[in-house]
């Protein structure tokens, strides 16, 4: 839960630092979404992988 409420408020900054750039951010090549989508993705399913799980015990 906090990865992905971290990832919106990057998001949200992110898009207010662009919106300052020239041409609204028009030529900012945004690779952090390379690092944060997936991040968050893999630690959601792992998290819901966890919750979802059988117990064998």
């Not at 991040?39 to 959601?44: A, C, D, E, F, N």
Request: no cysteine; proline share 4%; aromatic share 16%.
């Amino acid at each position: 839960m906090a990865v992905l409420i971290a990832a919106v408020v990057w998001e949200y900054y992110m898009q207010q630092w662009l919106s300052y750039q020239p041409n609204g951010g028009a030529n900012v090549m945004r690779v952090d979404l390379f690092v944060i989508w997936p991040v968050v993705i893999t630690l959601v399913t792992i998290s819901l992988f966890k919750i979802f799980r059988k117990e064998d015990a």
